[in-house]
């Protein structure tokens, strides 16, 4: 598993990363990060699936592009799902992003299908952004459940 950032120190491509990026099952860029070392721009279905492209090519197995309150998408070369973002009061966003992809791997890796991982994964970033600071709105999976039993 990967998040990625943007740069900030120097410019990097895909190019730069290439031997790793066979070894990652799932890979967590935001839009504005895909869109960067894509080098496409834009936030339609089709956008965004070529954004994905760019790492499946490079030989990521799953790419899920994060995309705030528009929700999340997940390509791997055969599926597209969107999952909508769940509505939630806005305290702080900080940490949102990998909260969204700790509660994906989580379900992830309790052999959850994709739909339901990214489902987890959205409770964990709605929580996320309910509390100051990056930690402080998810405390447990009971909690997450609980709030997708609500929706």
């Known amino acids: 598993f990967a998040d990625t950032k943007l740069p900030v120190y120097k410019q990097l491509t895909?190019?730069?990363y290439?031997?790793?990026l066979p070894y990652i099952d799932l890979i967590f860029p935001?839009?504005?990060?895909?869109?960067?070392?894509?080098?496409?721009?834009?936030?339609?279905e089709e956008e965004l699936a070529a954004m994905a492209d760019a790492f499946l090519k490079k030989g990521v197995k799953a790419v899920v592009i994060k995309t705030g309150e528009q929700g999340?998408?997940?390509f791997d070369g055969m599926r597209r799902i969107r999952h909508p973002a769940f509505a939630a009061e806005v305290v702080d966003t900080t940490?949102?992003?990998d909260n969204y992809a700790a509660g994906f791997i989580h379900a992830y890796l309790n052999k959850e299908p994709v739909p339901v991982c990214m489902a987890f994964a959205s409770a964990c970033a709605a929580l996320s952004i309910g509390a100051s600071g990056a930690?402080?709105?998810v405390r447990s999976r009971e909690q997450v459940e609980n709030f997708l039993n609500t929706k």
Do not use: H, K, M, P
């Not at 935001?30 to 496409?40: C, K, P, R, V």
């Open 30 to 44: 935001n839009e504005t990060e895909a869109a960067y070392y894509s080098g496409i721009s834009g936030s339609s």
């Open 72 to 74: 999340s998408w997940f």
């Open 18 to 20: 290439a031997e790793v």
């Open 95 to 97: 940490g949102a992003g």
């Open 135 to 137: 930690t402080g709105g």
């Open 14 to 16: 895909l190019e730069d």
